[in-house]
């Protein structure tokens, strides 16, 4: 019991101690662009209409939870968007003096909605977009990121590979762009950690219907001969981002092989059955407040907001350049459920966090992986280091 009062009682000390600090009112937003798009493969995957805004919620009341006892008050306005109507709908948070917003858009859509927010001095957390060049070439000073990249997750699966010593892949990639770009994360992974492309496969999208009655029969007679052509291999790397073929991939391969990447062994950064480091209470929180379980997206958006909510805190400023300045800083740290505190790169504006491998039920692994070192953290054997970064702003 103590255990857990311990924290709460510190934080009321230290809140107590900081009681003659100016009250705060932080208004924030989150703004989803909605792309049109095939259903998903599977009634599971279904988009919420709140997707992301559940997320923000939890955080306002968390952010609430502390704020109270310093004045501060927290109100997040949701904006879901078609991508015609996207720039509108910034123009609008802008002129309503919104300056701290969270955005789940495209990578294309991304930036161009970071640089308008940039010329009112407004601070951006992408929350969905996975593109690594938005953390290299194409960073902006003024946009953090708490979606982890391509090459995050993709390095993410590769450890897990390289422990387990399936170091023999068959890459298979899907013919898309958004496809070819997690196909590269995973080329470059494959590199990083010494595993070899015995067979690389690309699978064409024909464009066909994914959930009609003869939909898994097709893929039944296509996968295993298109398996066919690989050479012995320990495990299947599936590299499809438009979510077209890579959920059917076990169980339809020729030789039995474990399945890992867009099919099979996920890499996320939350999900509904995540319960180890305390995410229990945050799951039973979140599901109390949406009636749903939580989705990555849902936890990015958290994790944005609440890195707001500790800058509020901890540095007493709501002011964008203040909010990034204290994240970029070695002060900020922040509790996310996944048993070690997360911080930012400051070189590129990336949160640093643990990646889930998730098989659609359960956490069977979390990366890094014991025995991948690093001289600064482990964390930053994920993803884009220091030295490979051509990001710039953060100079």
């Known amino acids: ?73 927290y109100e997040t306005t949701t904006v879901a968007a078609a991508p015609e109507d996207a720039d509108a709908a910034m123009d609008k948070l802008l002129a309503d003096g919104i300056r701290l917003i969270v955005v789940l858009a495209a990578g294309e859509d991304l930036l161009r909605l970071t640089d308008k927010a940039a010329d009112q001095g407004a601070l951006v957390f992408n929350a969905g977009a996975a593109d690594l060049p938005l953390r290299d070439a194409e960073c902006r000073v003024n946009m953090l990121h708490t979606a982890p990249s391509h090459a995050m997750k993709a390095d993410a699966v590769a450890q897990f590979a390289i422990w387990k010593k399936w170091d023999d892949w068959v890459l298979i990639g899907g013919s898309n762009p958004a496809d070819m770009a997690l196909t590269e994360a995973y080329r470059r992974a494959a590199n990083k950690f010494g595993a070899t492309l015995v067979s690389e496969l690309t699978f064409e999208d024909t464009g066909g219907a994914r959930r009609t009655d003869s939909g898994h029969v097709l893929v039944q007679r296509q996968l295993p001969l298109f398996m066919q052509e690989a050479d012995d291999h320990d495990v299947v790397i599936a590299a499809d981002e438009t979510d077209y073929f890579a959920r059917f991939l076990p169980y339809h391969l020729w030789s039995p092989r474990a399945v890992m990447g867009s099919g099979g062994l996920r890499p996320v950064t939350f999900h509904g059955a995540h319960e180890a480091w305390g995410a229990t209470q945050y799951q039973t929180r979140f599901e109390e407040l949406s009636g749903r379980y939580a989705k990555p997206e849902d936890y990015n958006v958290w994790l944005a907001l609440r890195v707001v909510g500790e800058a509020v805190t901890r540095a007493n400023t709501a002011e964008p350049d203040g909010v990034r300045d204290y994240a970029l800083s070695k002060a900020f740290e922040l509790a996310a459920f996944k048993g070690q505190k997360v911080t930012f790169r400051d070189w590129n504006g990336q949160l640093r966090q643990p990646i889930l491998l998730y098989d659609g039920s359960i956490t069977v692994s979390v990366s890094p992986q014991e025995g991948f070192l690093h001289q600064t953290s482990p964390l930053d054997t994920l993803g884009l280091d220091r030295p490979e970064s051509k990001c710039t702003a953060f100079n």
């Open 1 to 73: 019991m103590l255990k857990g009062v311990l924290p709460l009682l510190s934080m009321l000390i230290w809140c107590l101690g900081a009681g003659s600090a100016a009250a705060i009112d932080v208004k924030a937003a989150v703004l989803r662009v909605d792309y049109p798009t095939l259903l998903p493969i599977s009634r599971y995957d279904l988009k919420a209409d709140d997707l992301g805004f559940a997320g923000a919620a939890l955080a306002d009341e968390d952010n609430g939870t502390t704020g109270s006892f310093l004045g501060h008050t």
